[in-house]
């Protein structure tokens, strides 16, 4: 893929504190997939973001996910991966993000950019060999 931390794949946005439709996306080798999560609750009482990220890779593959998201700043990260799932072959990764409100509103909008690098740990990408991404909202 010829995808770029800062020229990723889009997959649009989905409600972070809410629940929402899955956002999927599949290849065949590394890439690069931003998300956006929104906070769409702005009552009094707080409610927490939350975004799980599962990769499937195929049977006779192995793909690694590595997140990068600015939690206490909404803006790009790129740098440093947040969190990453590095499960052996056979075993789904798996990263669930938690940030923003308690139980009191805190008045900020918690939205948040979130990118994710899918990396294979093979020498070589098989078209025949496709991983699977699914974003869930409010999990």
Known sequence: STTTCQAPRDLGSLAGDNGAPVLSAQDDCNDWIRVRALETQSGAVGTQMKTKLVLTSP???NFDMFVYVDIPVDKLECTTSTFNSQEPTGRDDSVSLAWGE???ANGDDDSRTISINVRNKGASC??????????????
């Not at 098989?126 to 999990?139: I, M, T």
């Open 102 to 104: 308690g139980t009191v």
């Open 59 to 61: 049977t006779g593959a």
């Open 126 to 139: 098989d078209p025949a060999l496709k991983w699977k991404l699914s974003v869930l909202g409010n999990q």
